[in-house]
Nanobody, 115 residues
């Protein structure tokens, strides 16, 4: 079962940027779609961005134009470049497959956007 370890979160001011990383315990090339999710306090976890093996990407409307997802199959890592952050982006960010595996959720990485 593949496991994921997310990193790169932190406290950032509105308008700032962060780059999240997600390292997989095994090859991600076998998985067509990888994705980033987030869960804000009191809310359900939501899909933020996804990327296929062929690098086709999709984003939730609220992050379009601000977030960029990418994957490095050789390093078994996916990334989420986030810019122009706002307080609504505050959440714990997770990675998983496009159809998430329940047993593969990691600890996530906390992103807090606040002045």
């Amino acid at each position: 079962q593949v496991q994921f370890v997310e990193s790169g979160g932190g406290l950032v001011q509105p308008g700032g940027s962060l780059r999240l990383s997600c390292a997989a315990s095994g090859s991600i090339f076998r998985f067509n779609t990888m994705a980033w999710y987030r869960q804000a306090p009191g809310k359900q976890r939501e899909l933020v961005a996804s990327i296929t093996r062929g690098s086709n990407t999709n984003y939730v409307d609220s992050v379009k134009g601000r977030f960029t997802i990418s994957r490095d199959n050789a390093k078994n890592t996916i990334y989420l470049q986030m810019s122009d952050l706002n307080p609504d982006d505050t959440a714990v960010y997770y990675c998983n497959l496009g159809t998430p595996l329940r047993a593969s959720w990691g600890q996530g990485t906390q992103v807090t956007v606040s002045s």
